[in-house]
């Protein structure tokens, strides 16, 4: 019986190939060391993408760790759950913990990692005031942020930083068009600097499964009123 390794290292993550030509272009486009922007439809792997490319430069010792960063707008509601704050976190950090776990093909690997701080996860609430240094920053599900958030988070970067931020428009939370059209605003601000390459997800980069992409492309055509 393989004993698991205590301590993770660049070996024991699973070594991915991007499955479209711009899952390819964001592997390309961070191996030349721009920051990204993943922008796009629901199960096109930007999520994954993020947390593989940027555990892989951090166990390859040119960070020293990733932080994963969501917005306080839909997390509001962690102080009314039950339990300890770890225990509260729980339900937003899930989609991460299995992703770590599957890239490194045991169930313990979010554990090992955040217990050894080479991930950590904070809200928008909790990174005012603070200097990163030397870290991956992933502001995941980046629609639910809005313009002063996104800027809040992007201006907490000092030296050695890298920024990754994903999401999808079209799925905001936001019931207001002021905060749905903040992240717009603020890439079409980051797409005028030479140092980000913002890359939009299609139909055709959807790999979770054929019936997703099925239902998403006629969702949008359905409201875009193409059906």
């Known amino acids: 019986m393989n004993k698991r390794p205590l301590r993770l290292k660049l070996e024991h993550l699973t070594k991915l190939e991007p499955l479209t030509a711009n899952q390819k272009l964001a592997f390309d486009s961070f191996a030349s060391g721009n920051h990204l922007c993943l922008d796009g439809s629901a199960g096109t792997g930007k ?60 169930q313990e690997a979010w554990t090992k990692l955040t217990s050894g701080k080479t991930i950590e996860f904070l809200t928008t609430s909790f990174i005012r005031g603070i200097t990163i240094k030397n870290a991956i920053v992933i502001v995941d599900e980046s629609q639910n942020c809005n313009y002063h958030e996104l800027c809040s988070v992007i201006t907490r970067l000092g030296e050695d930083c890298r920024f990754i931020m994903s999401g999808d428009y079209y799925q905001s939370d936001f019931t207001r068009k002021g905060d749905q059209d903040g992240i717009k605003e603020f890439i079409n601000i980051i797409q005028h600097m030479n140092s980000f390459d913002h890359i939009e997800f299609k139909w055709e980069d959807i790999v979770r499964s054929g019936f997703v992409r099925d239902f998403i492309m006629t969702k949008e055509l359905y409201e875009n009123r193409k059906l």
């Open 47 to 106: 999520t994954f993408i993020s947390l593989y490319l940027a555990l892989e430069a951090v166990l390859n010792k040119d960070y020293e760790k990733v932080i994963i960063v969501r917005s306080a707008v839909p997390t509001r509601d962690m102080g009314f759950l039950p339990g300890t704050q770890e225990e509260k976190e729980d339900a937003y950090t899930a989609p991460y913990k299995a992703i770590v776990n599957d890239l490194f093909l045991d």
